[in-house]
């Protein structure tokens, strides 16, 4: 079992970055798959970027592409979300999430951890 808690949330200005932390205590943090989702009011969440559990395969949401890194540091149990040339329509809350998996898992009903989320605002 593993938990998570996201930090790094907050406020900026369209084109502004924000990089966002999700930091694990409990299991083997290297055993796990993990990604990042975000749900805005009235939407349902959805996937964001996923990273492998040795870090060297990544997916991303069309929507992100050229524009977020997924990245982790098994040594320290943390993943990162390098957010650049935010958008409004990226105003969300992101969440962490990890499951036990070798692989690439970019479906939210495929996740058994989650973070409490941490909120990202971008202004126009």
């Known amino acids: 079992q593993v938990q998570l808690v996201e930090s790094g949330g907050g406020f900026v200005h369209a084109g502004g970055s924000l990089r966002l932390s999700c930091a694990a205590s409990g299991s083997t943090f290297s055993n796990y798959a993990m990604a990042w989702f975000r749900q805005a009011p009235g939407k349902e969440r959805e996937f964001v970027a996923a990273v492998n559990w040795g870090g060297r395969n990544t997916e991303y949401a069309d929507s992100v592409k050229g524009r977020f890194v997924i990245s982790r540091d098994n040594a320290k149990k943390t993943m990162f979300l390098q957010m650049d040339r935010l958008k409004p329509e990226d105003t969300a809350i992101y969440y962490c999430?990890?499951?036990?998996?070798?692989?690439?898992?970019?479906?939210?009903?495929?996740?058994?951890?989650w973070g409490q989320g941490t909120q990202v605002t971008v202004s126009s």
């Open positions: 999430a990890g499951d036990l998996s070798p692989g690439i898992i970019s479906t939210v009903t495929a996740y058994t951890y």
